[in-house]
């Protein structure tokens, strides 16, 4: 069982950076692949960003590959998404996910946070 806490959203004008954090309660937070999911009113959820257990392979959406950034510290139980030239379309509920394979889908990620709200204000 692997508990998620998001945190660090807020309100950042576009061009601006931001960064959100996750904490993962469990000492088996080393062996998941961490994600980060999104969702804007009416849209369905979308995939940001994945990370392998170990750190080693990273994966972006094509919406916001080459701003956003995807790290963890298994030290610390926490994975990161260092999010960069924000936009307005980047407004939106941020999730992050743990799941034992390192995908795309989020139908392979089993564990969910309650999610952190981003606006981008133009």
């Known amino acids: 069982q692997v508990q998620l806490v998001e945190s660090g959203g807020g309100l950042v004008q576009a061009g601006g950076s931001h960064r959100l954090s996750c904490a993962a309660s469990?000492?088996?937070?080393?062996?998941?692949?961490m994600g980060w999911f999104r969702q804007a009113p009416g849209k369905e959820r979308e995939f940001v960003a994945a990370?392998?257990?170990?750190?080693?392979?990273?994966y972006y959406g094509d919406s916001v590959k080459g701003r956003f950034t995807i790290s963890r510290d298994n030290a610390k139980n926490t994975v990161y998404l260092q999010m960069n030239s924000l936009k307005p379309e980047d407004t939106a509920v941020y999730y992050c996910?743990?799941?034992?394979?390192?995908?795309?889908?989020?139908?392979?990620?089993?564990?969910w946070g309650q999610g952190t709200q981003v606006t981008v204000s133009s």
């Open positions: 996910a743990a799941g034992r394979l390192l995908t795309m889908s989020k139908h392979t990620y089993d564990y």
């Open positions: 469990g000492r088996t937070f080393s062996s998941y692949c």
């Open positions: 990370i392998s257990w170990g750190g080693g392979s990273t």
